[in-house]
Each structure stands twice: as C-alpha cells, then as structure tokens.
C-alpha cells in the first residue's frame, strides 16, 4: 500500500467588520480574516496539505489571489475541488490533524461543527478530521490579535 503525508500552512491578518469563516462555519466574531477568498484558513490548510501529499504543488498554484475567478469564493468549493484532484490521480484521504492558533475568540465550542461540516464536504468520516485550537499566549502577530494562523498534516493512501 502507497502512502504519502503532507504538510500545511497558512495565515491570515484580521481585520474588524469582517466575517469570520473557519473549518466551513462562520464562526461569531466582531472581526475577521483578510483574504482573496473567505480566508477560511483551516480549509487552506487542508487543501496544501492534501495537495502537499499527492505532489500537487499547493493552494496558490490552483486557485491564484491573481484570478477574478476565485475572490471572495468560499473555500470549501476549493477543498472539494482539490479532493476531487487528489481522488483522480487514485489517493484517498486517510486522515486530516489541523491545528489553528488564534487569540480570541475561543474556538473550541466550535469545534464539532467544524468537523461536521468538513466531513460533508471531504466525504470521510468526522473521525478522521481532527482539529485542535490554540493561543500564542500574547506571543508575535497572533497574540497581538493582528492575525491567525495554522497547520496541517494529511495522510493520503493509494486506492
């Protein structure tokens, strides 16, 4: 059996007036993160890491900040569209850890319909979606709220 592992990262500046888009649900919030897209940056960091595993190059390549096509698109139609790429070359997802750092809000109420909704969308079961959340403790961009971070390790096997 061929596996392959995949890494991803992405940040996002925040900004106030913005909707906040995380994991495929709005999450409640006075501010949100900057991005061509709905700088949903747990769905980006899906989609490098999967792309990542499956020698795709990564999220830019596809879907470039450059394309008219792709502002202000929601991110889980990328996600599904680069499981769609990684399921013809004959990859199936295994499974997904993304991690996210943020300051505030806290995210951890949200956490399960995260992963109901990413299911949906990966088509594989919440179990293999985990997602964990966690501050930089007033630490750089994150702490001082300016921004959000995170990463994510994908495990994609041969079918």
Known sequence: MKIRVGQGYDVHRLEEGRPFWLGGIQIP?????VGHSDADVVCHVLCDALLGAANMRNIGYHFSDKDPRWKGVDSKLLLAEVLRMVRSASYE????????????????????????????????????ISIKATTSEHIGFVGRGEGIAAHCVALIVRT
């Open 29 to 33: 919030s006075t501010f949100g993160p």
């Open 93 to 128: 997802v295994s499974n997904v850890d993304v991690t996210v750092v943020l300051q505030e809000p806290k995210l951890n109420p949200h956490i399960p319909a995260m992963k109901t909704c990413l299911a949906d969308v990966m088509a594989i079961p919440e179990d293999d």
